[in-house]
């Protein structure tokens, strides 16, 4: 949509008695930075290679109270029969399907922001952090004390329906207590809308601390969506992340970490399949402050049709952080002649003593796999949907949650043998 | 079993088979003998299936069928079986999976009900046993993390399962220590039958003392230059290729 379109929505938004005074100037800031730099390919770096045209050519509105679930709304049968789940429908936070156990506190919309002590930031790695900075408009926070441990996973669904393109800008925070430990499963799912969907999370990991991170996204097929986390890391905190992409027509996906205390932990292990005119793309950037840090990131794209795929994926180690190890792989299989991946690794090393590697690749399916397959009579079709599973398997092992596991394969399956 | 007639075969616009004539009988035993670069991995490659050769003059015959049309699927279906020379790698392809797969595809190929889970596993656990490979075996991704020998001994598990009318020994005894080849030799020596045919390529003589053949042939630039009894092994172990080339 035009600049002009952005600003209509923008001054209705400015116009909501929500926290007007707190958040206003906020929001015109991050508004204004948005409009000076645009949707410009040549200023967003990491976006040289995404084609943001629908953003700029689609017409969003904001999502309104009439945007809740009608009363005959069909929910989709649970997925997984989760004991705890968070449920949003166009961005509406949906009190009566929400359940959480007693020890975790939860703050819906913005009310997060009501304690004057509570600093909102202000992310501005992406024009999707600005646009949500700008257009924020629900979201939950979600507190966890100390030493709680809660082994059930929480189910973190977001719904898009309805007929109408709606800009959807919710912001959630997880505060995660010195030594607790949380499972979160996060499913984007999407029926016959065009939603724009953009999603920044807050994690904070304290002392000694675990989150164990699904994200599945399922958006309907002319969808943008994008997910911006930004994570804080104190000491001895781990945070593991599985990412799938296979929805949207436009998904991104941006993980800014700080390792800010020892030993801290970041594991990023991310599948996306891609077809059609579908674009997905990956951004990372780790940044090693404190020593004796751990990350890891482990991308892998399948790329169908006249599809494409970014991965820019950066390492930043700084002076203090010695003893850092980092990993950082890319893999990309193309599975035909006009599917494109761009793949931009990059390690920025500003200290002498730690242990860094990287590495990526993207062709075909290899040809010698294929013909040692075939050479034991599996016929072509089958032995490349043997290789390509084989190829998904370990992201897919990532997953520890059985059913959850099985709901992520079963979908995939059919999308492989499409 | 296997007729080569006249096979002149190019890579890349460079001749590498030059006119090979060889003729295997049911039951039998051969070995092509050659010094790297000779053709003999080009000679298996061909006779298996793989894309990127081209055969510019001649005919492989197979059970009297020409099968140079064929698709390496169906050249396996039909019982011709290559235990590679580089056996390949495949990270997150499980080894049960893959051999369960392979051998449903022939017992369905062959009109034979496919085998369940339960089956499969009692017929491979024999076969390993045989190999003395470890159970666990079954549970890892196929070749990934495993030595060179123990890939080797893969690729005889694979051709005992699939019970070909026609296993070539691509270089079977390249990278292995005494005891996985006398291991490997006693396997395909089980597996020896009136029925079924052997093409063991090598470059020494060595493996010809565990699997004895009935004719060797030496391949020197692309062509057949002397066929003989197992005594042409020994020869060449003794004398060296020097005294074959012109």
Same mark, same amino acid.
């Given at each position: ?20 005074s ?7 800031n991050?508004f ?8 410009s ?45 968070? $449920?949003?429908?166009n ?24 304690d004057p ?27 966890i ?5 809660i ?34 499963f996060?499913?984007?799912?999407g ?28 958006d ?10 930004? #994570? ?19 998904g ?17 292990n ?13 951004? $990372?950037? #780790? ?22 795929? $970014?991965?820019?994926g ?34 920025? #090393? ?7 590697s ?20 599996i ?12 190829? #998904? ?19 995939f ?6 | ?21 060889l ?24 006779v ?8 510019t ?13 064929w ?44 085998? @369940? ?8 656990k ?28 893969n ?38 039958s ?19 053949? @009935? ?5 020197? @630039? ?6 003989? @009894? ?17």
């Amino acid at each position: 949509m035009r600049d002009s379109n952005y600003q209509s929505e923008f001054e209705k938004i400015l116009a909501r008695d929500y926290f007007s005074s707190k958040f206003n100037p906020l929001r015109k800031n991050a508004f204004k930075q948005f409009l000076d730099n645009g949707l410009s390919n040549k200023y967003w770096d990491n976006l040289r290679f995404t084609n943001l045209s629908v953003l700029k050519k689609n017409i969003f509105r904001i999502s309104e109270a009439s945007d809740s679930p009608p009363e005959n709304f069909k929910y989709p049968e649970p997925i997984i029969k989760e004991k705890y789940k968070i $449920v949003f429908y166009n961005g509406h936070y949906q009190k009566n399907l929400t359940t959480l156990p007693d020890s975790i506190k939860i703050l819906t919309n913005l009310e997060y922001y009501s304690d004057p002590a509570k600093k909102v930031l202000q992310p501005s790695n992406s024009p999707f952090d600005l646009l949500n900075t700008a257009f924020m408009d629900s979201g939950m926070c979600l507190i966890i004390e100390k030493n709680i441990e809660i082994n059930n996973p929480i189910l973190l669904i977001f719904i898009n329906s309805g007929e109408d393109q709606l800009m959807i800008s919710p912001r959630i925070h997880i505060d995660l207590g010195k030594s607790s430990s949380i499972h979160l499963f996060e499913h984007h799912l999407g029926f016959q809308t065009g939603n724009f969907s953009n999603v920044t999370t807050f994690l904070s990991l304290k002392e000694n601390s675990f989150l164990k991170h699904i994200r599945l996204q399922m958006d309907s097929s002319q969808a943008i969506n994008s997910g911006n986390i930004h #994570i804080e890391q104190d000491q001895n905190s781990k945070y593991y992340l599985s990412h799938f992409g296979q929805g949207s027509n436009l998904g991104s996906i941006s993980l800014n970490s700080n390792l800010n205390g020892k030993g801290a932990e970041c594991h990023l292990n991310s599948l996306s399949l891609t077809n059609g005119h579908q674009h997905l793309d990956a951004n $990372v950037l #780790i940044n090693h402050i404190s020593s004796h840090c751990t990350s890891s990131q482990n991308f892998k794209t399948v790329l169908k049709d006249s599809s494409s795929g $970014v991965f820019n994926g950066k390492v930043v180690v700084n002076k203090n952080a010695q003893k850092t190890d980092s990993t950082q792989s890319n893999k990309n299989i193309l599975l035909s002649k006009k599917a494109k991946m761009n793949s931009n690794p990059q390690l920025v #090393i500003n200290a002498d003593d730690v242990k860094c590697s990287h590495g990526s690749s993207t062709g075909e399916i290899d040809p010698d796999a294929l013909f040692y397959l075939r050479s034991r009579g599996i016929n072509e079709t089958t032995a490349k949907s043997i290789l390509i599973h084989g190829f #998904i398997s370990e992201i897919l092992d990532t997953v520890n949650n059985h059913d959850i596991k099985s709901f992520i394969k079963s979908n995939f399956d059919k999308w492989i043998e499409n | 079993m296997l007729e080569i007639k006249n096979l002149h075969a190019k890579v890349n616009r460079k001749s590498i088979l030059k006119g090979i004539n060889l003729t295997i009988k049911e039951g039998e035993i051969h070995a092509v003998m050659g010094k790297n670069g000779s053709g003999k991995s080009t000679l298996s490659n061909i006779v298996t299936g793989k894309e990127g050769y081209n055969v510019t003059n001649g005919d492989i015959k197979f059970k009297n069928k020409s099968i140079l049309e064929w698709s390496p699927e169906k050249r396996s279906l039909n019982g011709i079986f290559m235990s590679f020379q580089y056996p390949v790698v495949m990270p997150g392809v499980n080894n049960t999976y893959f051999l369960k797969a392979a051998v449903n595809a022939k017992r369905k190929h062959d009109g034979e009900k496919e085998l @369940d889970a339960a089956s499969f596993l009692r017929i491979i656990k024999e076969k390993l046993k045989e190999l003395k490979m470890d159970a666990s075996y079954l549970q890892r991704a196929v070749n990934d993390g495993f030595s060179g020998g123990e890939k080797k001994r893969n690729e005889i598990l694979q051709m005992l399962t699939l019970e070909p009318k026609l296993a070539i020994l691509d270089e079977t005894d390249s990278g292995l220590d005494i005891d996985a080849l006398k291991i490997i030799s006693d396997g395909v020596n089980r597996s020896r039958s009136s029925k079924r045919s052997f093409l063991v390529i090598t470059h020494y003589q060595r493996l010809l003392k565990y699997i004895e053949p @009935d004719v060797v042939h030496v391949l020197i @630039d692309g062509k057949i230059v002397k066929s003989g @009894d197992k005594d042409l092994a020994l020869k060449l172990e003794e004398k060296g290729y020097g005294w074959l080339e012109k």
